[in-house]
């Protein structure tokens, strides 16, 4: 028998009690569990309220970065429960933990499955009927619908050829290029009856956004899609403080997620109305089959970018009862916007009513009269508002289109007009193919009338973007070309070839036209020659830029590296020739290096 008496001097009725043993001996329970799982919360809580503030999900069922987010949060839940008990040094713990994130994981798992039957419940396969209907095609007649268009109203630059201006023009004020740049928001819209690209600023970098966050940005650009000017509008009443470009409360999705957490947003585009001012168009989507499935547009918030008011509006009594409000894209007050519906939204939309009008089996097996858009799409202004256009051919062709679509950009009124021709690429092949000497490239073509024919009209600019000619190409024959320095000049070169190959039109090219188009001059240059006084450089919208003062001249010669390459090699002193337009005055000229 063991008589040994052991004697505790340390007090052991005070000393913490160890916790609770699991039946192998292992510790099952650390102690103050019931704190631990306070403290893991609340720190769950402000994890996840950062994280929102950051991620900024739409709190919608509907909303796969809700999921996310709901996932995100159960993470770290279990993260920050491991990390309370050390769990990596103390595996004791590990039937602790596991049985904290019980919870988190049937959360995960319940919103898993019922993302995934929302997801089966709303695919194609299954709803091919739906889906064909997201979208109400009409037949049209196109010399009813599509008037002879003024010449003064069609838009001769294509969003390329315009952001390059609208980079040229704030580059010519070094008191807004030192700290802004063009951005990637433009939006071609009817501005006062005249087919206009308006072009937000964003700011520079970071540090230039500390440096004018407080004031806004002053400007946004207006490029005439027409005259091809290009001017900075400054804005009187405060700048625009309510942009993509900015940080924290004042970011634009941030701003509006706060104010209307459960919408879904899907795109934007920058508007400014009849009186100038600028705005936000945001759309506002909704799935309408299943969980996910069949997106289409509800309505849009529309953002003052000076002062951050946001109206809602919707695009029918069914969207305005979603949104909770009366106003309608229809409303008169709201006309002048154009853009509520974005161009791939209806590109998609008419391709599931292309395909799946005769089932979802037959879109893949027979595919008998299914039809899809043709890879690009362009702009056409009719009865001031702004259509999507583009082609459709056969799924099984791409070589000719089988008609296009007129979709209109603020109600989705959408027409198809039945037309065999050619394929808008074949288009700008023959454009380019009847300059080959200038090499020229033909903008994406826009879909004219000329008295009744089908017509592309295209732009044949440079390699500096600049456009130098016009083209038509008839869409029924496209061998039949006319090309021109004028509108005018362009229109009735298409005209002869168009009675060559035997259709007559009586175009009055006077009456299409009106005065702009005949007062419009062939564009001329002219050549400068001297010796390099003087070379300075700048950094525009990410392209370096010379500038060359020749000896006694006072103005500098503005040439791109991208499209004069050799200048970098200029020093002072070598000789110099420079094609510039005839009469060109200022103090900052445009030119390229004469090769």
């Given at each position: 028998?063991?008589?040994?008496?052991?004697?505790?001097?340390?007090?052991?009725?005070?000393?913490?009690?160890?916790p609770?043993?699991?039946?192998?001996?292992?510790?099952?329970?650390p102690?103050?569990k019931?704190?631990k799982?306070?403290?893991?919360?609340?720190?769950?809580?402000?994890?996840g309220?950062?994280l929102y503030?950051?991620?900024?999900?739409?709190?919608?069922?509907?909303?796969?970065?809700?999921?996310?987010?709901?996932?995100?949060?159960?993470?770290?839940y279990?993260?920050?429960?491991?990390?309370?008990?050390?769990?990596?040094?103390?595996p004791q713990?590990?039937?602790?933990?596991?049985k904290?994130?019980?919870?988190?994981?049937i959360?995960?798992?319940?919103?898993?499955?019922v993302g995934?039957?929302?997801?089966?419940?709303?695919?194609?396969?299954?709803?091919?009927?739906n889906?064909?209907?997201?979208?109400?095609?009409?037949?049209?007649?196109?010399?009813?619908?599509?008037?002879?268009?003024?010449?003064?109203s069609?838009?001769?630059?294509d969003?390329?050829?315009?952001k390059?201006?609208?980079?040229?023009t704030?580059?010519?004020l070094?008191?807004?290029?030192?700290?802004?740049?063009?951005?990637?928001?433009?939006?071609?819209i009817?501005?006062?009856?005249?087919?206009?690209?308006?072009?937000?600023?964003?700011y520079?970098?970071?540090?230039?956004?500390?440096?004018?966050?407080?004031?806004g940005?002053?400007?946004?650009?207006?490029?005439?899609?027409?005259?091809?000017?290009?001017e900075?509008?400054?804005?009187?009443?405060?700048?625009?403080?309510?942009?993509?470009?900015?940080?924290f409360?004042?970011?634009?999705?941030?701003?509006l997620?706060f104010?209307?957490?459960?919408?879904?947003?899907?795109?934007?585009?920058?508007?400014?109305d009849e009186?100038?001012?600028?705005?936000?168009?945001v759309?506002?989507?909704?799935?309408t089959?299943?969980?996910?499935?069949?997106?289409?547009?509800?309505?849009?918030?529309?953002?003052?970018?000076?002062t951050?008011?946001t109206n809602?509006?919707a695009?029918?009594?069914?969207?305005?009862?979603?949104?909770?409000?009366?106003?309608?894209?229809?409303?008169?007050q709201w006309?002048?916007?154009?853009?509520?519906?974005?161009?791939?939204?209806?590109?998609?939309?008419?391709?599931y009513?292309?395909?799946?009008?005769?089932?979802?089996?037959n879109?893949i097996?027979g595919?008998?009269?299914?039809?899809?858009?043709s890879p690009?799409?362009?702009?056409?202004?009719?009865?001031?508002?702004?259509y999507?256009?583009t082609?459709v051919?056969?799924?099984?062709s791409?070589e000719?289109?089988i008609?296009?679509v007129?979709?209109?950009?603020?109600?989705?009124?959408?027409?198809y007009?039945?037309?065999?021709?050619?394929?808008?690429t074949?288009?700008?092949?023959?454009?380019q193919?009847a300059?080959?000497?200038?090499?020229?490239?033909?903008?994406?073509?826009?879909?004219?009338?000329?008295?009744?024919?089908?017509?592309?009209?295209?732009?044949?600019?440079?390699?500096?973007?600049?456009v130098?000619?016009?083209?038509?190409?008839n869409?029924?024959?496209?061998?039949?070309?006319?090309t021109?320095?004028t509108?005018?000049?362009?229109t009735?070169?298409?005209?002869?070839?168009?009675?060559?190959?035997?259709?007559?039109?009586d175009?009055?090219?006077?009456?299409?036209?009106?005065?702009?188009?005949?007062?419009?001059?062939?564009?001329?240059?002219?050549?400068?020659s001297?010796?390099?006084?003087?070379i300075?450089s700048?950094?525009?919208?990410?392209?370096?830029?010379?500038?060359?003062?020749l000896?006694?001249?006072?103005?500098?010669?503005?040439?791109?590296v991208?499209?004069?390459?050799?200048?970098?090699?200029l020093n002072?002193?070598?000789?110099?020739?420079?094609?510039?337009?005839?009469?060109a005055?200022?103090?900052?000229?445009?030119?390229?290096?004469?090769?």
């Amino acid at each position: 028998m063991d008589n040994t008496i052991n004697v505790d001097f340390t007090g052991g009725a005070n000393q913490p009690q160890e916790p609770p043993k699991a039946s192998n001996g292992a510790h099952a329970v650390p102690a103050n569990k019931g704190k631990k799982i306070a403290i893991n919360l609340v720190l769950t809580a402000v994890i996840g309220a950062i994280l929102y503030y950051f991620m900024i999900p739409a709190l919608n069922f509907k909303a796969a970065e809700f999921y996310e987010f709901i996932g995100l949060l159960a993470l770290i839940y279990v993260g920050l429960t491991a990390l309370s008990v050390k769990l990596p040094t103390n595996p004791q713990y590990t039937t602790y933990v596991k049985k904290r994130a019980t919870v988190p994981v049937i959360i995960v798992v319940a919103l898993l499955a019922v993302g995934g039957i929302g997801y089966l419940v709303g695919a194609p396969i299954f709803r091919a009927k739906n889906y064909s209907q997201l979208m109400n095609v009409q037949d049209g007649d196109f010399a009813e619908d599509v008037a002879e268009i003024d010449f003064s109203s069609v838009p001769v630059l294509d969003d390329v050829a315009a952001k390059e201006l609208a980079k040229r023009t704030l580059g010519d004020l070094p008191d807004y290029v030192s700290q802004f740049v063009v951005s990637d928001y433009s939006t071609q819209i009817n501005y006062k009856g005249a087919p206009v690209r308006v072009t937000a600023l964003a700011y520079g970098d970071i540090f230039k956004w500390l440096k004018n966050t407080k004031s806004g940005i002053p400007a946004y650009i207006l490029v005439n899609m027409n005259t091809k000017k290009s001017e900075i509008v400054r804005l009187p009443d405060g700048g625009m403080r309510y942009t993509p470009s900015e940080h924290f409360n004042r970011y634009l999705m941030r701003h509006l997620r706060f104010q209307y957490p459960t919408l879904m947003f899907k795109s934007m585009s920058f508007e400014i109305d009849e009186n100038g001012a600028p705005y936000w168009i945001v759309s506002v989507m909704d799935k309408t089959i299943g969980l996910f499935g069949g997106t289409d547009i509800i309505g849009a918030a529309v953002v003052n970018a000076v002062t951050g008011e946001t109206n809602l509006i919707a695009t029918d009594a069914e969207g305005a009862k979603k949104l909770k409000t009366d106003n309608l894209v229809t409303d008169e007050q709201w006309q002048w916007i154009d853009r509520v519906y974005d161009a791939e939204l209806l590109n998609t939309q008419f391709n599931y009513y292309g395909k799946l009008s005769g089932g979802f089996i037959n879109s893949i097996i027979g595919q008998e009269g299914v039809k899809v858009t043709s890879p690009r799409y362009n702009y056409l202004a009719l009865n001031d508002d702004v259509y999507m256009y583009t082609g459709v051919t056969s799924i099984t062709s791409d070589e000719s289109i089988i008609g296009f679509v007129l979709s209109n950009q603020r109600t989705k009124e959408t027409k198809y007009y039945s037309i065999s021709g050619a394929l808008e690429t074949k288009a700008q092949t023959s454009a380019q193919g009847a300059v080959q000497q200038y090499e020229y490239q033909a903008t994406f073509p826009l879909l004219l009338n000329i008295s009744g024919e089908p017509t592309y009209f295209m732009a044949l600019k440079d390699a500096s973007q600049l456009v130098k000619m016009y083209a038509m190409v008839n869409v029924k024959q496209s061998n039949v070309v006319g090309t021109g320095y004028t509108l005018a000049e362009c229109t009735e070169n298409y005209a002869k070839e168009l009675k060559n190959n035997g259709i007559n039109l009586d175009i009055d090219i006077e009456g299409m036209g009106g005065e702009e188009a005949e007062a419009e001059e062939v564009p001329t240059t002219q050549e400068i020659s001297g010796k390099v006084q003087e070379i300075r450089s700048a950094i525009t919208g990410g392209e370096t830029y010379f500038y060359i003062r020749l000896v006694d001249g006072e103005s500098f010669y503005k040439l791109s590296v991208a499209n004069a390459e050799k200048v970098v090699l200029l020093n002072v002193g070598d000789e110099v020739t420079f094609t510039v337009q005839k009469d060109a005055e200022g103090d900052i000229i445009n030119a390229n290096m004469k090769k």
